[in-house]
C-alpha cells in the first residue's frame, strides 16, 4: 500500500459526505486523504492536491464532473445507490407526490438506473452550471406544481429560498466504500502503468537510438533526445506535428511510413547524417493504432565497434613480435626480411612456408605489426591443435541455440574477433575439406556466418597462413583445394631453416642466453668455442625453437659461467631421446621400438621411460587414469612403474 500513498483524494461536496467518509476510512488515512469543497471550491482543491502528486479523485455529482470537465485526471465518482435514494425519499411524508430531481447529467444517469422509485413519480432536469438550479426550479414548480425537490446543498438551499421544501440527496456509506476501493484498484494500475512508462521513457532517453513514437494518423506523440538531435529540432516543435514535414527528404524512410510498411535494418540520411533505421506499424485487435520509427546514427555504430575492437585487443589479441625481433646475418634471410616489410604495406593474403620453428608466426606478427591493420587484433590460430568437432565452431561462432550446450546467446568466432586486423592461420593444411569451402568463401566475399544463423556478417581481415606441409603434394592427392591453395598463395614467403643461415647460430645463441639469464635472474653465462662450434655443426632438426629449448635448458642447468661442448652434447642426447619419444604414443612402443637398438647404452631405455611418464603425467595434472590410458598400460602397472622407476609426484 506504501505506493498509494497521497495518490487518492476525495473531495466531498458537503460536510455530511465528508463526515461518512471519515468513519469509512479509518486506516486508509494515508492513502485517501479527505477534503471538503463544492463545485469551484472542489475544483479549487483538486487543482492542489493534483500538484502534490494525487493521481485519483474521488467526488460526486456537480462536483466530479467539473473535476473531470476541467482536469486531466482520473475521477471516481460516488454512485447513488438505491438504499440511499431509498432513505432520501423516506424523508418525503407525503404519499403519491411527485418530486423534482435537479442535478448534473452524471446525478441525473445515476437515479435514472434505479429500478424501484418507490412509487415516487419524480421528474429530472438537468443543469450545465449552478446558476440554472433556480430557474430549472421554478420551471418544474409552474409546469407540473412540485413542491419537493432532491438535489445537492445548493438545490435545497434554492428551494427553500422559494418556499418549497428541499432534501438533501445523500450518499450512504456503502456508496462511498465502494467508490474508495475503486479508486484504490484505479490507483494502482497507475502505478503500475507510471512505472512502465518511466522504465521505457528511460530506456529511450538514455538509447543511442532516436526513437519517434506516432499515432495513427502520423503525428508525432513521442520523440526520444536522440532523434531531436539526428532531426536538428526542439522536442516542443515536434510533438504533435505529422512526421512526414520531417522526413520528406528521406530516400526510404518516407516511403516505409507511407506504404506502413516494416522495415528492419534499412540505411538512409537525415540532414546530412547517415542511418540505420527500423519502421515498425502497431496493431490491436487488427487495428492500426500507431507506429514506431528508429534510427541509429552510423557514425556511432562504427564509434562502438570501435570501442569493442579496443576491448578485444586489450584480451590478448595482440602481435608482440615485429621485424627488429628477427635476428639474422644470413643474406637470403635479410632479402626475405626487406621483401616481407613491403609486402606489409599491401592488404593481401600471405602464405608463409617452412619446417617447423624457423619462426612463421614470428613473422605473421612482423608483418601485421608493419601493416596499416597495426593497431587492429592480431588473432593465431593452430588449425592442427583445435578438434575438427571444434574448429568450425572457433573460426566462424555460432548463434544461440546452434546446438546443445551452446553458450546462451551465441558466440563470435575468431573472424568476427579479427575484424580490422590479421587472423593467422598456422598448420593451414590440417583444416578439413569441408571448411576449406567456407574459408573461400570468406576469402572471397569478406563475409561470414555464425553456425546455426542465416544473418551475413560482414569482415574487414586480413589473412596470413601457414604450414610446414607441402600443400601442392596435398592439392594434387585431394587433401586441399586448388582453388583455396591459389587465393592463399597470392604472396609465398619460404621461411629457410637454421641449418641453412648458420652463420645466425653465434648470434641467436648470445640472444637467448641474455633472455633466459634475465628471465630466471641467473648471472650471465658464456659458450666455450668448442661448444659454439658444437652449436654451428648441429643440424637442428627443431630449427629455432629447438635451439631455443635447448639454451633454456643449459641455462637452468649449467652451474658455473660456462657452457661447454660436454654440455651441451648430453643435452642435445636428451633432446633427441625425446624427439624419438614423441614419436611413440604408449610404452609398449618405446620399448619394441629400442630393445631393437644393439648400440643402446644400459639403463638408457628405463629413463627414457621415466621421462616420458613424467612427460604424460604433468599433461594430466597427475591424474594416473588418465595417465595410464595414455601410456596404454593399466594403473597397477603404472604404480609399479612410478615405484621402480624412483618418480618423484
Known sequence: MEELRGKISL???????????????????????IYEGNLEEGLRIAKRVLSEGCRVIISRGGTAQIIEKELEVTVVPIPITFSDLASTLAKIKEKDVDVGVIGYKNLI?????????MGYRIYFSEIQSREEIEERIIELYKRFGIKTFLGGNKVVRAAEALGLKGILLGSGKGAIKKAILEGMRIARIIYELDKERMQLKTIAEYSNEGIILMDEQDKVKYVSPAAVRILGISYDEIIGENIFKYVKH???IYDSIKKKMETRAEYDQINNTKVIFNYVPLYMDHKMIGSLLSFEDVSKIEELEKKIRKEIYSKGYVAKYSFSDMLTNNRKMMGIIEMAKKIAKVDTTVLITGESGTGKELMAQSIHNESLRRNGPFIAVNCASLPQSLLESELFG?????????????KPGLFELAHTGTIFLDEIADIPLDLQAHLLRVIQEKEISRIGDDKVIPVNIRIIA??????????????????????????????????ERKEDIPLLVNHFISRFCAKYGLSHKRVTPGAMATFSEYTWPGNIRELQNVIERLVLTVDGELISEDHLIEILKIEQYNQNIEQYSTIDKINNHFLRDPDLEEGVLDKMQKEYIVKVLREVNGNKKKAAKILGISTTTLWRKIKQLNINL
Open 11 to 33: 473531495i466531498a461536496p458537503n460536510s455530511y459526505i465528508a463526515e461518512l467518509a471519515e468513519k469509512v476510512c479509518k486506516g486508509y488515512e494515508d492513502i485517501v486523504r
Open 398 to 410: 555460432y548463434a544461440d541455440g546452434a546446438f546443445t550446450g551452446a553458450k546462451k546467446g551465441g
Open 109 to 117: 444517469q445515476e437515479i435514472e438506473e434505479v429500478d424501484n422509485l
Open 250 to 252: 528521406t530516400m526510404n
Open 466 to 499: 601457414a604450414t610446414n606441409k607441402d600443400l601442392m603434394k596435398y592439392v594434387q592427392e585431394g587433401k586441399f583445394r586448388e582453388d583455396l591453395y591459389y587465393r592463399l598463395n597470392v604472396i609465398n614467403i619460404k621461411m629457410p631453416p637454421l641449418r
